[in-house]
């Protein structure tokens, strides 16, 4: 084999030395014809000679002549530029709820910007622009001349500076052996530039130059392309800028921090009028113009559009991670391909949510706050402060890894300097930023004073998601509690026990009493026995219906329907309806102790209102690439869970919350709800010791779920007076749906539930109770006093018999 590859490379050589030495040979016959040429031929000869060798030169630059010079952009690159684009998030009723984006950069056509910028982008830039085919020679040729008198000047073409722009010609493709050579590299950079450049303007319009360039320039202040620009710094569009402002950003072309009118505003004032000088020079305004012009101080509207500015922040950090297995498959990147992302959320609603979040925790954080004067409110269950609580979250601060690396974890040194006061920046209901002095630790038990909440509200027809709000503050709690936290749903987990009473026969009026209740059961082989009781603490002993021990939620009626059906039963109608996180097989399940989220809570009422149909709750509606082809839809499948009766039934029990008497709804006749022909039912929910509150409402058309607690759960309202879901998470779903209701333009979320069944129901479900007071009460505070419970049967013509 080795002899073999000597024969062959031994070949290569001896056929290479036949040709260079015939190469000479005519090289030294052309030469000394060369010699007896006149001189004004020789010139000529000389002239076409360099221009041939300058384009062999760029031609083999460009093709990476045996990898010497490093691959340029090819043919497909030119005509398909990739260049990071924000994408777009559009709301259901049509409006921007925001962007994604690496480089803040939205493209515009050349019929969107204005032609004094492109008038005063020429004239400072390349005055030659339209004379050119990418590089200007006479520029070049002075720029030579000046560094011959050790002046510099630039003589890129704008062209060119798209290439830079564009294609990053400099770092992003690689330089060849070549461009490890000394000085070579530059050379060999800026040649890339030339045939690139050229290569554009052989394939683009000069009109489309103008625009590719104005849409890949950086302006600074992370302003990438005009249209952000003019946003940034005048809150314009393109197509509005005028000639001191158009002047303003050409001026940052030629260094975005040293001529920023935001870090250097003479400077930049200065550059601005000199830019103008440029337009009197190319007869585009007149000296008087341009003197009237330099007379206007810059006047800025300057706002840097950041990532996550606007509306339900919260959504679109979620909808990030959710849409992250699509990119995946698909391989799009929502912070770079430009793509517009259409959303179920309605603008309209989202402010309604955020405003009655905001108007409500206001309240209950004046409540918590005089609730624990002088206390913190992290105590155990014996009213003491839980030890190291504070302590135990400030270890996990990133503050705290990098002083225990950069102390070697030696305690007092970290504890230190975890509690040196600084300036620092809190959050504040009244300023929602609070520049203030505190340490990290101090900071810490401000901040775990604050309680917090999360709504959400979605079609029980679609499942479309219509309104999301994560939590009070994004800025300072960027932990979505809508999707990703999950906490003890309490009494509303009583959804999925009468569901499960539902569908083993049982009926709304089937009658049952308020009694104590003993479970016992073995857990991990240990005995153990659970005897939960009332949120009032009293055992009536009165027999009641189904209807009404829902409606006003008494913990012994669940827990002996959980009993008899047994816990498992539970468990697989909550997934069926629509829970996705594993549950906890235990006996306190059936009261709400095992952790879910918001999102799938209020999903799973939602599948009850649409008739016992599941669907998967929708966030977008489709996503469009930069030319606008449809490159994803939702799964929109629904599937049967229950059969329409069992919900029909469950529907009934809702709808209960708002009409049995003393039933936890009824706290909604506080909000003007009931002028707009709309049928309310719901359920509260409040974990055992007031950490979590919740609250989800139902309507024919919407459905809207609410929840109030601690960030930790070891904080929270000592009392159900101040801390059940009625008092704390009702009140956001009264508010919120007072306004889409006011709101005409939403009116389609108005409307009753049906009357009258679509299929036959054999069981009874139209009873309502009647409370008689005992007369032999002792006083008027209710201490003593009995109440009968009758159950009122009312006519049911929708029943059976039909």
């Given amino acids: 084999m080795w002899n073999k590859l000597i024969v062959f490379f031994s070949a290569?050589?001896?056929?290479?030395?036949?040709?260079?030495?015939?190469?000479?040979?005519?090289?030294?016959?052309?030469?000394?014809?060369?010699?007896?040429?006149?001189?004004?031929?020789?010139?000529g000869n000389i002239f076409l000679t360099s221009i041939v060798l300058f384009i062999l030169y760029l031609f083999i630059v460009d093709i990476n002549f045996l990898w010497l010079f490093g691959k340029s952009p090819g043919l497909s690159s030119i005509s398909d530029p990739n260049q990071s684009v924000a994408s777009i998030i559009y709301t259901s009723d049509g409006k921007v709820l925001g962007k994604y984006f690496r480089e803040n950069r939205t493209p515009v056509t050349y019929e969107e910007i204005s032609p004094k910028l492109i008038k005063t982008l020429i004239a400072t830039e390349d005055e030659r622009f339209y004379k050119h085919f990418g590089i200007d020679f006479q520029a070049v040729f002075a720029a030579v001349k000046d560094m011959t008198k050790g002046k510099s000047r630039g003589a890129s073409t704008i062209t060119q500076q798209l290439v830079k722009n564009m294609y990053k010609t400099r770092n992003q493709?690689?330089?060849?052996?070549?461009?490890?050579?000394?000085?070579?590299?530059?050379?060999?950079?800026?040649?890339?530039?030339?045939?690139?450049?050229?290569?554009?303007?052989?394939?683009?319009?000069?009109?489309?130059i103008l625009t590719m360039y104005l849409n890949t320039v950086d302006f600074g202040s992370n302003s990438f392309g005009i249209h952000t620009a003019a946003k940034t710094f005048f809150k314009t569009t393109p197509a509005n800028l005028n000639y001191e402002q158009s002047a303003t950003l050409v001026g940052l072309l030629k260094a975005t921090t040293s001529y920023s009118p935001i870090v250097n505003p003479k400077r930049s004032l200065e550059r601005r009028n000199v830019v103008l000088e440029n337009l009197v020079t190319h007869n585009v305004i007149t000296q008087h113009e341009c003197d009237s012009l330099k007379e206007i101080p810059i006047r800025l509207n300057y706002s840097v559009e950041q990532s996550y500015d606007g509306d339900a922040l919260h959504f679109r950090a979620y909808l990030d991670k959710y849409l992250k297995e699509w990119e995946?498959?698909?391989?799009?990147?929502?912070?770079?391909?430009?793509?517009?992302?259409?959303?179920?959320?309605?603008?309209?609603?989202?402010?309604?949510?955020?405003?009655?979040?905001?108007?409500?925790?206001?309240?209950?954080?004046?409540?918590?706050?005089?609730?624990?004067?002088?206390?913190?409110?992290?105590?155990?269950?014996?009213?003491?402060?839980?030890?190291?609580?504070?302590?135990?979250?400030?270890?996990?601060?990133?503050?705290?890894?990098?002083?225990?690396?950069?102390?070697?974890n030696n305690k007092d040194s970290i504890d230190k300097y975890m509690n040196l006061p600084h300036r620092t920046k809190v959050f504040d209901y009244d300023k929602i930023e609070k520049d203030t002095t505190l340490s990290t630790m101090d900071s810490i038990r401000y901040m775990n004073h604050f309680m917090h909440s999360s709504f959400v509200a979605m079609e029980p027809e679609t499942g479309n998601v219509k309104a999301w709000v994560g939590d009070i503050d994004f800025k300072f709690w960027q932990y979505d509690k809508v999707a990703q936290s999950k906490r003890q749903p309490g009494s509303t987990f009583k959804l999925f026990v009468y569901t499960t009473?539902?569908?083993?026969?049982?009926?709304?009026?089937?009658?049952?009493?308020?009694?104590?209740?003993?479970?016992?059961?073995?857990?991990?082989?240990?005995?153990?026995?659970?005897?939960?009781?009332?949120?009032?603490?009293?055992?009536?002993?009165?027999?009641?219906?189904?209807?009404?021990?829902?409606?006003?939620?008494?913990?012994?009626?669940?827990?002996?329907?959980?009993?008899?059906?047994?816990i498992k039963e539970i468990i697989k109608y909550a997934h069926l309806l629509g829970i996705q996180t594993p549950l906890e097989e235990q006996p306190s399940l059936c009261l709400g102790s095992s952790d879910v989220s918001l999102l799938e809570l209020v999903n799973s009422f939602g599948t009850v209102v649409n008739e016992g149909v599941y669907h998967e709750p929708i966030l977008v509606t489709r996503i469009e690439d930069k030319d606008g082809n449809i490159i994803y839809r939702p799964n929109t499948e629904q599937k049967r869970v229950i059969p329409y009766e069992d919900a029909w039934l469950v529907t009934e029990l809702l709808k209960g919350g708002?009409?049995?008497?003393?039933?936890?709804?009824?706290?909604?006749?506080?909000?003007?709800?009931?002028?707009?022909?709309?049928?309310?039912?719901?359920?509260?929910?409040?974990?055992?010791?007031?950490?979590?509150?919740?609250?989800?409402?139902?309507?024919?058309?919407?459905?809207?779920?609410?929840?109030?607690?601690?960030?930790?759960?070891?904080?929270?309202?000592?009392?159900?007076?101040?801390?059940?879901?009625?008092?704390?998470a009702l009140p956001i779903f009264g508010l919120f749906m007072e306004k889409v209701l006011k709101d005409e333009s939403l009116k389609q979320y108005r409307g009753k539930f049906p009357t009258k069944p679509k299929e036959p129901i054999s069981r009874n479900y139209s009873c309502h109770t009647y409370i008689r007071p005992d007369s032999t009460a002792t006083d008027s505070t209710g201490l003593d006093t009995e109440e009968d419970i009758e159950a009122v049967p009312t006519e049911n013509t929708e029943n059976a018999a039909e």
């Fill in 328 to 408: 995946e498959e698909s391989g799009y990147d929502i912070y770079s391909d430009g793509l517009k992302i259409y959303v179920t959320i309605d603008s309209r609603m989202q402010k309604y949510a955020e405003e009655a979040v905001n108007k409500q925790m206001r309240t209950v954080q004046r409540r918590f706050f005089d609730h624990w004067r002088g206390q913190n409110p992290w105590q155990d269950e014996n009213h003491k402060d839980i030890v190291n609580f504070i302590e135990d979250i400030g270890k996990k601060t990133k503050y705290y890894s990098t002083l225990a690396k950069r102390f070697d």
């Fill in 501 to 566: 009473a539902m569908m083993h026969g049982m009926s709304p009026c089937d009658m049952m009493t308020d009694k104590r209740v003993t479970w016992d059961y073995v857990e991990k082989g240990e005995k153990k026995s659970w005897s939960p009781h009332n949120a009032n603490g009293v055992f009536t002993g009165t027999t009641m219906t189904l209807k009404h021990a829902f409606g006003r939620s008494i913990n012994t009626v669940a827990v002996q329907l959980a009993q008899e059906f047994g």
């Fill in 658 to 728: 708002m009409t049995e008497p003393g039933a936890t709804t009824q706290a909604l006749w506080e909000w003007d709800l009931f002028r707009y022909n709309t049928d309310f039912g719901g359920k509260t929910g409040t974990s055992s010791n007031h950490s979590d509150a919740w609250f989800v409402g139902v309507t024919k058309n919407l459905i809207g779920g609410a929840w109030v607690g601690g960030e930790h759960r070891s904080v929270h309202f000592r009392t159900g007076q101040l801390g059940e879901g009625s008092k704390t």
């Fill in 12 to 43: 290569v050589v001896r056929f290479v030395k036949l040709w260079f030495n015939k190469f000479i040979n005519w090289r030294k016959a052309r030469y000394a014809r060369f010699k007896g040429l006149v001189w004004y031929r020789k010139t």
């Fill in 173 to 208: 493709y690689s330089t060849g052996l070549f461009g490890y050579i000394p000085g070579l590299k530059l050379v060999i950079s800026k040649t890339k530039e030339w045939t690139t450049a050229i290569k554009i303007e052989i394939f683009y319009s000069k009109q489309d």
